[in-house]
């Protein structure tokens, strides 16, 4: 690496000589709704400003193609302004190029004079408790990525024709997702842009029962109403909350009244508990809510060593915290859900690269406003020069993409300040070798980058054989058919 970091440092040496004027050179390191909308607004705001945007996929937009389920094609239309960003004269987009492997943090420092690092949270939050590594538990976000075609997931090995009853822990909107894309009928995901493999095996599946299982109760839900309501409206399906669970204490009640949100999802919760058979039809699907439990072991089976056969779950209590918080705590009571199939929806983790600080216990990189905080100083002022964050590595993994836009700007709004301020300037008012620079060091490493106009390609590759089935997309789902498609 010190090689590495040596040889850009002499190119970048022979290329200040040549420079007569030079941009202000600025990466952002994740294409997702956080990168694309710093490299939006800092396009607007500085007409010097030359944005290369870089992500470890071949394909851009970060969760808006991989996160947001199959049946919202219409919250993916912010992809078309993603695009306008991309396609700007002082934009570019390098995909298939890797913060932490394809380059360092260090190295990329040398080449611009501003990173920005968008690169959300591609890893999961753990429970900790025995049992968690059993064949047929999963994370909610290795289950999104399989149907959403994400490259790293095509292969996941899911227990949908072993078992009719799934366990869902966790009732945030990702947990309402994963819900939804288990019990609603194929057909009608047929016509969406999930990935075939997932597809089909959702076709075949024999899961007829999903638990979705919260740790507090239905007042404190994470979900939001719009969501819930079309989880509730599934055709044909067999709904069922315990009316105990639905009681509510005086502090729910002053809960309740100061949020519409989770007053909202509790009159739905209530409704739908009210409503309806109180018996499933035979062969019809369920989904239960169920309140007030948290995991305490999986459970291993007895036929089939090794597999998960069920959840011990501990009951639990709403306990003040302070601050208007209540938490979950044990009752000493417990009680058991057989399942053969349970995926964690309990939030995202990030992941920090070499060189960056890093916050452990809240998951995010340390930051004011934006601006990245120099961790190992006493000085707990001190920032990094030229390094930002945008997004869930800057928030943690809650928010949806326009809270995105609001971030990008606070960000951005620094960058400037910072240029403004002549902050920026101490080091790094020399000529950088951006874009040329990165390019150079890619070539060197045999990285194979693909550019915004290989990504079209596969876009239209993926249109096409999409339209052959009445998709709006078929997915390429593999590493090699997506580089394949970049280059055809
Ligand atoms: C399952 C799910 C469904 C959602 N559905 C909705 C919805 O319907 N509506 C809504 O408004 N919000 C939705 N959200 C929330 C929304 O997707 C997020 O708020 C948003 O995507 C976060 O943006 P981000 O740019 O910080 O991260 P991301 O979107 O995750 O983007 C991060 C990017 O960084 C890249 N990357 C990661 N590591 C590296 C690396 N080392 N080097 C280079 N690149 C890297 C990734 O490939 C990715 O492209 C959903 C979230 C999830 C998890
Ligand atoms: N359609 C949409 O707009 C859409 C779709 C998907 C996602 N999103 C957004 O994306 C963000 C992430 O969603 P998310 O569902 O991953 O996160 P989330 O909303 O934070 O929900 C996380 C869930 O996990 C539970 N949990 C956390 N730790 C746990 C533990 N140790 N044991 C048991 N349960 C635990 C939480 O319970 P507690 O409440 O008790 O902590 C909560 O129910 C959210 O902002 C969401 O709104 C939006």
Redesign the pocket.
């Known amino acids: 690496m010190k090689m590495a970091i040596f040889q850009v440092r002499t190119w970048l040496s022979r290329r200040f000589s040549s420079v007569s004027s030079h941009p202000l050179q600025v990466c952002v390191?994740?294409?997702?709704?956080?990168?694309?909308y710093t490299a939006e607004k800092m396009l607007k705001a500085h007409q010097g400003a030359q944005v290369d945007i870089?992500?470890?996929?071949p394909t851009?937009?970060?969760?808006?193609?991989?996160?947001?389920?199959p049946d919202?094609p219409e919250?993916k239309i912010v992809v078309n302004q993603f695009s306008r960003a991309a396609q700007h004269e002082r934009c570019s987009f390098f995909g298939n190029?890797?913060?932490?492997?394809?380059l360092s943090l260090a190295e990329l420092r040398e080449l611009y004079h501003v990173v920005v690092l968008?690169?959300?949270?591609?890893s999961d939050r753990v429970l900790g408790i025995p049992g968690e590594d059993l064949i047929g538990i999963h994370s909610?976000?290795e289950f999104?990525w399989w149907y959403n075609g994400h490259p790293d997931c095509k292969n996941l090995d899911l227990e949908l024709k072993n078992t009719d009853t799934a366990v869902i822990l966790g009732q945030g909107?990702?947990a309402l997702?994963?819900a939804r894309i288990l019990l609603r009928p194929a057909t009608e995901l047929a016509t969406t842009d999930i990935a075939s493999h997932a597809l089909a095996a959702l076709e075949e599946s024999s899961i007829r029962k999903v638990y979705l299982v919260g740790r507090r109760g239905p007042v404190q839900a994470a979900c939001t109403a719009k969501e819930l309501r079309e989880v509730l409206g599934i055709k044909d399906l067999y709904i069922q909350i315990q009316e105990a669970d639905l009681l509510k204490t005086p502090k729910d009640e002053e809960e309740i009244k100061n949020n519409r949100i989770q007053r909202r999802v509790y009159e739905l919760l209530s409704k739908a508990a009210t409503t309806g058979h109180s018996y499933p039809r035979s062969g019809q699907r369920e989904l239960h809510f169920v309140f007030f439990r948290k995991p305490d072991i999986f459970l291993d089976s007895d036929e089939r060593r090794g597999h998960v056969s069920g959840v011990h779950f501990e009951k639990t209590v709403l306990k003040d915290v302070g601050g208007g918080k209540r938490v979950a705590v044990g009752t000493g009571q417990f009680d058991d859900l057989q399942c053969g199939m349970v995926l964690k929806s309990i939030g995202?983790k990030s992941v920090p690269?070499v060189g960056l600080p890093f916050d452990h216990q809240k998951g995010v990189v340390p930051n004011i406003r934006g601006r990245v905080l120099h961790n190992t100083s006493e000085d707990p002022t001190l920032l990094e020069e030229g390094l930002y964050v945008?997004?869930?590595?800057?928030r943690g993994?809650?928010?949806?993409?326009?809270?995105?836009l609001y971030?990008a700007e606070e960000t951005v709004a620094s960058i400037l300040e910072d240029l403004d301020k002549g902050v920026l300037a101490t080091k790094s008012f020399s000529p950088k070798p951006g874009r040329e620079g990165l390019l150079h060091l890619l070539d060197n490493r045999n990285v194979r980058v693909v550019p915004f106009n290989g990504w079209e390609k596969i876009d239209s590759t993926e249109r096409r054989v999409g339209s052959l089935k009445n998709k709006p997309r078929e997915k390429l789902a593999t590493w090699e058919e997506l580089l394949k498609a970049a280059t055809e």
């Open positions: 390191v994740g294409s997702g709704p956080a990168g694309f870089i992500d470890r996929l851009p937009f970060g969760l808006v193609r991989s996160g947001v389920a919202h919250t190029v890797t913060l932490g492997s394809s968008a690169y959300g949270a591609e909610a976000r999104v909107n990702v997702d994963v995202y690269v945008c997004g869930w590595l800057k993994p809650t928010g949806i993409i326009a809270t995105n971030c």
